[in-house]
């Protein structure tokens, strides 16, 4: 990746992005004018945590908090900020 994901970054939703949860798909997901992306395991848990205000570092220790059993959760999470950036879902603050 050219440009890695720091902890120091913050990100938003992309605009024309929508987050929420969706009640027929038992799952949060992304909407956007092109479609809908369904979101499995930790995404949604990370994607609720952007608020253009909160870095990735703080994002990553909230959830170790709330997930303290989880292991490898922080290349989890930096992973799901890889994805999410490269598709476009988010952009940078």
Known sequence: MENPIQHTDIYALAHH?????EEAQ???V???PEGMVKLHGGAG???????GKANVGEIVADLKVTFPDADEIESDIIGMFELAVSKGWLRKV
């Not at 848990?45 to 608020?51: A, C, F, I, N, Y």
Request: net charge positive.
């Open 45 to 51: 848990e990370v994607l609720k945590r952007l608020d």
């Open 17 to 21: 992005h929508r987050f929420q949860w």
């Open 26 to 28: 038992q799952s949060y």
């Open 30 to 32: 992304i909407l956007f």
